[in-house]
């Protein structure tokens, strides 16, 4: 019997340890049992060629992490306890997907998915670029009209927002104040500001400025991002 090695990431399926048991029988060997989508990536990077069976609730798993398991032409096999989850991997580019349906069934029908040929490799567009299903085509830049000081209502002038970062070291040394500062002075001489907090383990631009707000927006509008979830 021909045996075949795999990376398993499934901690959410009650069988998985079923299914580690059995592997060995039916010709698998699994090399780790990953608990989350980083420990998968780490795992994965020490050898692209070993492929991943993963599961729908794997913790912290986006499309991203899917991509940068497939770019190298790995083969990433979905495994799923319900319909629902298995429309939710297909979604994410899977095609390969095994329902379960009793654990000697479920590792013998793994065991000749593991065995098919591996995925074409998707080629990167630029040297440490994922590569992406559709190419995108940037779209224009176009100029926002800002009213200058001094210029009449009926005059615009077209001119393109800059962006000005305020950065500093750890330890509270004014890096939200300067920056709620220079917001102020600029909004008072007429421009139209945007403050962005870019500090995603402790915003403190929303309790300065009176917002009730515990966790940080970016992170919370970035994991909608990747979970397709990001509505306007």
């Known amino acids: ?9 499934a ?3 009650l069988c998985e340890p079923a299914l580690v048991q059995a592997a060995p029988a039916s010709g698998i060997r699994v090399l780790r049992r990953s608990l989350d989508a980083a420990d998968l990536l780490a795992a994965a990077a020490v050898d692209t060629s070993v492929p991943v069976v993963l599961s729908a609730g794997l913790p912290r798993l986006t499309p991203d992490c899917i991509a940068r398991l497939q770019l190298q032409g790995r083969r990433v096999i979905g495994i799923a306890a319900e319909s629902t989850d298995t429309d939710r991997i297909r979604q994410w580019g899977i095609t390969s997907v095994i329902e379960i349906s009793g ?3 479920t590792v013998s029908a793994l065991a000749l998915a593991l065995s098919a040929s591996v995925q074409e490799p998707r080629a990167a567009t630029q040297p440490g670029v994922w590569a992406t299903r559709e190419p995108v085509t940037p779209a224009p830049m176009v100029p926002v ?3 200058v ?5 009926g005059e615009m002038q077209q001119k393109r927002g800059q962006v000005i ?12 104040t300067t920056a709620l500062v220079m917001a102020g002075a600029l909004a008072a001489c007429g421009q139209r500001v945007l403050v ?16 009730v707000e515990d966790a940080s927006g970016l992170v919370v509008a970035t994991r909608y991002a ?6 306007s």
């Open 1 to 9: 019997m021909n045996q075949v090695s795999c990376i398993l990431a």
């Open 11 to 13: 901690p959410d399926l």
């Open 103 to 105: 654990v000697q069934a």
């Open 145 to 147: 009209p800002l009213r």
């Open 149 to 153: 000081t001094g210029t009449p209502p």
């Open 165 to 176: 970062a305020v950065w500093g070291p750890s330890g509270s040394p004014g890096r939200t």
């Open 196 to 211: 962005v907090d870019g500090d995603t383990t402790a915003p403190s631009v929303t309790f300065l400025m009176g917002i």
């Open 226 to 231: 990747s979970q397709g979830r990001l509505t």
